[in-house]
């Protein structure tokens, strides 16, 4: 294992040096990485429960591309607050991005706007927490 988390930073290095990509290695303040970008692209194929990372930028008001699949699909409402992409499909990811790189500075912000508001709507701890509660009461 960590050969690989060598050769993978190695590799990630030598297109930041290539200027292929901009890498910033870890982060610890995820929100002054969220008011920089247009979009947070999440295109996970293994099992993770619901993403953490698609819901933060949602929060922060960014539209989001990410794979459909179970933990990511319930964020992303296709078309709306960013786009749902095939699983390990490289043809489906880039064609999403070229759709989210047409669109105009309204439709982005449009979508940005609506992935916070779901957020908000159907993702609050309170409602989430009060969901828990209830569960647990109809066990008894």
């Not at 749902?84 to 706007?113: C, P, W, Y």
Request: charged residues 25%.
């Amino acid at each position: 294992m960590a050969f690989a988390k060598r050769s993978i930073r190695g590799g990630l290095n030598k297109l930041h040096a290539e200027k292929v990509i901009n890498y910033h290695g870890m982060v610890q303040d995820m929100q002054s990485v969220y008011q920089k970008i247009s979009c947070l692209i999440h295109p996970t194929y293994y099992p993770e429960g619901m993403s953490n990372v698609l819901l933060e930028a949602c929060a922060s008001g960014r539209p989001i591309i990410t794979t459909d699949r179970p933990g990511c699909r319930e964020i992303v409402d296709d078309g709306i607050n960013g786009f749902v992409i095939a699983e390990q499909n490289s043809k489906d990811l880039t064609d999403k991005i070229e759709q989210f790189l047409h669109l105009n500075l309204d439709q982005r912000e449009k979508m940005g706007v609506t992935a916070r508001k779901k957020v908000e709507r159907e993702f609050d701890r309170q409602i989430i927490v009060s969901k828990y509660l209830a569960e647990i009461q109809n066990i008894r």
